[in-house]
C-alpha cells in the first residue's frame, strides 16, 4: 500500500536561510511524487513533481526537489527562504495509474525575521 | 475564472441535518475527487469519478453520497450530520497525470 511520511511537524527558519523538508514514500513501483504548498485558507497548489527521469526536478517559487531510490525520499529544498514561504507543506504520491493520491500529514514552516 | 470551485465556502449547522457541497471544474478533466482535511491538516481521500463514475471510496460512511451529473461536477451530499464530520472538504481535478487541481476548500462546522 501507498503511503508518505513526513517526519517534521514542523519546521522554523530564519529568513535567507536555506530549507529542507524530508519525505519518505513506501511503494511498490516507481511512483508519481509530488509537493504541494498549502497557505492558510487556501486550498492546495502544485510546487513541483517527479515522474521519471532526471532526479532532481525544479519546481515554481525556487523550490527544487531530489528523487532518491535508494533511499525511498523525494525532498524538498530551497536555498534561500522568503517570509512569504510560510505556510504548510505536503508531500504525496501517486499510484502509477495517476488516480489515487496519497498525501503526507504535512510540515508547517515558520519563517523568522 | 476559478479552474476548479466550490460552493458553500463556510457551512456551519447543526447535528442531524443534512447538507450539500457542490464543486465544479472547467478544465476539462475527466476525474474528480472529493478530499477531507480534519483540524490537524491531514488530508485523506473519500471519493474518485472518472467520467461520473465511481471508481475510489475509502470506506467512508454511507451518510456520505456523492454524486457526479456529469464530467464537470461532483457533488457530495452528508446525511444525519455528526460533530466529526467538521472538517475542510476539498474538491480536486486530475487530468490522470497525478497532479491534482483544487477547489479553494469548504469548510464545514456541525455544532
Known amino acids: 500500500a501507498q503511503s508518505v511520511t513526513q517526519p517534521d511537524i514542523h519546521i522554523t527558519v530564519s529568513e535567507g536561510a536555506s530549507l529542507e523538508l524530508r519525505c519518505n514514500y513506501s511503494?511498490?513501483?516507481?511512483?508519481?511524487l509530488f509537493w504541494y504548498v498549502q497557505s492558510p485558507g487556501q486550498g492546495l497548489q502544485l510546487l513541483l513533481k517527479?515522474?521519471?527521469?532526471?532526479?532532481l526536478v525544479q519546481g515554481i517559487k525556487g523550490f527544487e526537489a531530489e528523487f532518491k531510490r535508494s533511499q525511498s525520499s523525494f525532498n524538498l529544498r530551497k536555498p534561500s527562504v522568503h517570509w512569504s514561504d510560510a505556510a504548510e507543506y505536503f508531500c504525496?504520491?501517486?499510484?502509477?495509474?495517476?488516480?489515487?493520491?496519497?498525501f503526507g500529514a504535512g510540515t508547517r514552516l515558520f519563517v523568522k525575521a | 475564472d476559478t479552474a476548479v470551485s466550490q460552493t458553500p465556502k463556510y457551512l456551519v449547522t447543526q447535528m442531524g441535518n443534512d447538507k450539500s457541497i457542490k464543486c465544479e471544474q472547467n478544465l476539462g478533466h475527466d476525474t474528480m475527487y472529493w478530499y477531507k482535511q480534519d483540524s490537524k491538516k491531514f488530508l485523506k481521500i473519500m471519493f474518485s469519478?472518472?467520467?461520473?463514475?465511481?471508481?475510489i471510496n475509502e470506506t467512508v460512511p454511507n451518510r456520505f453520497s456523492p454524486k457526479s451529473p456529469d464530467k464537470a461536477h461532483l457533488n457530495l451530499h452528508i446525511n444525519s450530520l455528526e460533530l466529526g464530520d467538521s472538517a475542510v472538504y476539498f474538491c480536486a481535478t486530475t487530468a490522470n497525470t497525478g497532479e491534482l487541481f483544487f477547489g479553494e476548500g469548504s469548510r464545514l462546522t456541525v455544532l
Open positions: 469519478y472518472n467520467n461520473k463514475e465511481l471508481i
Open positions: 504525496a504520491v501517486t499510484n502509477t495509474g495517476g488516480f489515487k493520491t496519497i
Open positions: 517527479y515522474f521519471s527521469g532526471d532526479t
Open positions: 511503494y511498490g513501483a516507481t511512483p508519481y
